[in-house]
C-alpha cells in the first residue's frame, strides 16, 4: 500500500480494475440489503403458519394458484411463497455465517498474536495445535461435533467456531512474526504496557490485510458449511430454516420436477457464497503484489525463424556487442522511475568491461536489458542493442530466444536461485546445447562434461547426476560459468557472479574467467560493484551512478586519475586507499531513487564539487585518444 | 529410510492414541450413554443391572482402559441399531466410498492441473480469468445444491443417468460406471476448482522465479520453460496438497453418498449420528485417523520423491 492521501480512493481504483469482483460486490451488497430489510421486502412473513395457504401447496412460479396469489418463484410444501423464505433463509444464514466468522475471528487472532508474540515452546505447542486441527476435514469435525453437542442454532455456532478458529490464528501469526521484533514493539516492552495493548494496538493493525482475506473466506465457508449441515439434517432445527434446510426440503419433490423449491435457495445461497469468496480473492490480490509481476512467456510452438540477415558495421567484428543509449523506466504508482537512462558502450573481442557501481545504480539492469530479460513493470523505452550488428532492442521474444545462450549469455548473481532446485545439473547444462545445436544426448553430456573440467570442477561425470544443492556455492558458481559458456558465445555477461563466495574462491574463479575470455576470444561484461575486481580482471571499466554512465575508459587510466567525482569518491572509500588507524572515508549520503526525469548531475546532492550548473543537463567531457577513448558526464571534472 | 519410516510409525501409533483417547472422552463422556442405551420403560433395577454389564459404573479411566483394549482387539462394540459388529459395518462400506473418492480424486487431477497450468501461465488472458473465476465459483457451491441439481438435469429432465445407488455387475460394467458418474462428478468438483486454483498459484508464483529467468537466458524454448521447469517445480506443492486432500474427499463424500443414496461409510455415519448410534460413530473415527495417518504417510514419501532437497532421514 502506498503513503496516497486518499488511501481508499486508490484502494478502490485497484480493486475496481476487476469487472468481476465489482459485480460480485455489488451484488453481495444487494444479498446484505435484502436479508436486512427483509421483513419489509418479503411478500409474507414465512412463519406465520396463519398466513400460509396450504391449497397453494407447490405451485410452480408465476403460476396460478388456488387462492388466485402469484408467486414470483412459486410456493413449497405448505403454500409457503418461496421468494420469502429464501429473504428470510438468507438472513438466519448470514446470521450464523458472520457470528461464528467475527467469533472465530477474535478467537484466532487473539490466540495467533499471542503465539507470534510469546514465542518458544507456548509457539510450538499452539501451533502443533493448529496443524493437527487443520489436518482433519471442517466438515468431519463438525459432524462429530454437534453429534455430541446436538442440535440448535447456539450448538451449530459454536461448532462453527471451533472449526474455524485454526485458519485464524495461523495467519495472525505468520503476519505478527516479522513485526513482533520491530522497534516499536521493542519500545512498547519497554515502557511495559501491557500484553493486550501492546499485541491489539501496534501489531493488529500491521497484520489487518491478510487477516480480512481469511475473514472473508472463512464466512463464506461457514455460510456451506452451516447449510451442508442443516441439509444432513444435524444443523438448524425445523423451525429457524437456514438456506440449507430449505432446499433439503424441496430435494424430496426434485424427482417429480417440481425444482423451483430446490432451485431458487440454492441460487441465493450460490450467489451470497460465490460473491463473498470473489470479494476476498480480489482483496488477496490487492495485498499481495508479488502477483501483479511476472513474465509473459510466448506460448510459441512454431520453430524460432532463421537468423535475420545482420547490416555489419564496420567495426562489428572488432566490437561484438555496442550498447548506445538504452534507456529503461519501471512504472511505480509514484511515476515513471529511470533505472537505466540513456546508456551507451561497447565491448571488444577478448576485452573485460567492468560496469561499477553501488547497488540500485542500474548495472543488473543494465545487463538485464541488453539480454532483453526486463519484466514488468520495466520496460524498455529507447536505444539499441547491437549484437554482431542486429538490434537485440528490436526482436522479438521467438528471435531473442535463438540468440540468448548462444551468441551471448548472462551469468546470474546467485546461482542458488538461478539453478532449478528439482533439476538436475546434467539437463540444465544439456537443454542449453539442445537449444541451439542439433547434437544427440550423448554428445551435449560429453560437452557438459568437457565444460565443467574447464571450469575447475573435479569428477564433472558424477556432477551431472547431482542436484544443485548436492554443490558448495563455489561450484554452482562454476557451473552457472560453464553453462554461458557452453556454445562458446561471441559475449559474455557476469551480474556480480563471485559476491557470495569468499575471498580465496573468488580469486579462483576470477582467474579462470579471465583465461577462458582470452582464450575464446570473447567479449565480456563484469558487473560488480568491487574495484578490486575490476583492476585485476577488466581492461576497461565503465562508472554506474543513478542508471547513468558518469565515466568511462581504460581501467588502468580511470582508477589512476578518475575524471568524475563519484569515482573518486569510490577510489577514496577503498579501505586500502586510506590511512591504517584512520576513520575510513566514505561518500555522505546514498543512493537516493529518482521518479520523473533529471536532467541535471543525479550525484549534485552528495558532491563537494557541486554548484548550481550542476542542476542543468550534464556535458559529456571527452579525454583520451581515438585508440583509448575517456569520457566523463560532469560539469566540473577531475581531469 | 527405514529410520524414517520407525519414527513415522512410532508418530502414528501415538496420534492414534491421542484420538481414541479424544474420540472416547468426547462420545462416551459428554451426555450418559445409559440414557440412550435402555429402553426407559426399564425398571430401576434392570437399569442398574445394565448399568453394571454396560461397565458404566466403573471409573471413566477402567473404562476407557476396556474401549482401548478391545479396539487393539477389533472390537468396536456392537451397533444398536443393526445389532452387528461396528468395525465390520464400516469395513464393508468402505469400497464404495474409497471408489467414489479414488475417482473424483482423479477427475481433480485431469482436470485441475491443466486448467490451472493455463490460468497461472496467463493470468491477464481472457481464457485465463474466466478460468479463475469459474474455481472460485466452484469452491462456492453447495455440494448438496449442486448434486440435487445434476440429478435435476441429467436423471429427472434428460433422463440419461440414474439418480441413486451403486448399481450391480463388475467394477467395469455400464450399469456400475453410470452410477458413478454423476456421484463422481459432484464430490469432484469443489476439489477441482481448488486444484486448479493451487495449481494457478503455484504456477504464477514460479514464474517470478530466478530460475525461469535464467532459463530464459539460455534460449530455452518457453514450452520447454513452462512444461520441464516450471511445471515441475509446481508439481511439488500440487500433489502434496492434493494427497492431503484425500481426506477431505472422504469426509465430503459424506454429503455425496447422502444426495445419491451411495451406499458408503458416509451415509452410514450420517443415520448413525442421526440415531446416536455411538459404536459405529466411534469405529468410524477411528477408521477414518488410521486412513489419514496412512495419507500423510504416503504424501510425505511423494514429497520427498519429487523434491531432491527434502531428504526423509532429516525430516521430523
Known sequence: MSASSKPFAEFWREYARSPVAVVALAVLMLLLLGASFAPYLAPQNPYDLASLRLEDSRTPPLGGAASGATYLLGSDVLGRDVLSAILYGLRMSLMVGLTAGIVAFAVGVSVGLFSAYRGGRVDALLMRLVDLQLSFPTLLVALILLAVLGKGLDKIVLALIIVQWAPFARTARAAALPQVHQEYMDAARVLRLPLWRQLLKHLLPNCLPPLLVVLTIQVASAILL?????????GLPISEPSLGLLIANGSQFLLNGDYWISLYPGLALLLLVGSLNLVGDRLREYFNPRLRKGVMLPLDLAPAPRERQASRGSDADDRPLRVEGLSVVFDTPAG??????????????GEVLGLVGESGSGKSMTARAIMGMINAPGRVTAGQVLLQGVDLVAMGETELQARRGKDISLIFQDPTTALNPVLRIGSQMTEAVHAHRRVSDAQAQELAARMLARVGIPSPQERLAQYPHQLSGGMRQRVAIAIALLNRPGVVLADEPTTALDVTIQSQILAEFQGLAREEGMAAIWVTH??????????????????????QGPTHEVLAAPAHPYTRGLLDSLPAANTPGQRLRQIPGMVTSKVGKDPGCGFRDRCSRADERCATPVPVVRLGTADAPRSALCHHPLV | MMGFLFRRLLQSVLVVAVMSALVFFGVFVIGNPADILIDPEATQLERLEAIRTLGLDQSVWVQYGHFVSNALRGEMGRSFVYNQPALELILERLPATLELATTALLLALLLGVPLGLWAGARPKSLPGRAIQTGAILGVSFPSFWQGLMLVLVFSVLLGWLPSSGRGNGPLWSWDRFSHLILPALNLALFKISLVTRLTANAMREALTMDYIDYARSKGVASTRILAVH????????VLTVTGMEFGGLIAFAVVTETVFAWPGMGKLIVDSIAVLDRPVIVAYLMVV?????TINLVVDLLYSALDPRVRLDQAR
Not at chain 1, 574495484?531 to 565515466?551: D, F, H, K, P, W
Open chain 2, 289 to 293: 485417523v488410521v486412513i489419514f495417518i
Open chain 1, 226 to 234: 452451516e447449510s451442508t449441515l442443516s441439509y444432513l439434517g444435524i
Open chain 2, 230 to 237: 516450471a511445471l515441475k517445480n509446481v508439481m511439488v506443492p
Open chain 1, 336 to 349: 515513471p522511475l529511470h533505472a537505466v537512462d540513456d546508456v551507451s558502450l561497447s565491448v571488444r573481442r
Open chain 1, 530 to 551: 568491487d574495484l578490486g575486481v575490476v583492476e585485476g580482471l577488466t581492461q576497461s571499466v565503465a562508472v554506474m551512478y543513478r542508471g547513468r554512465i558518469v565515466e
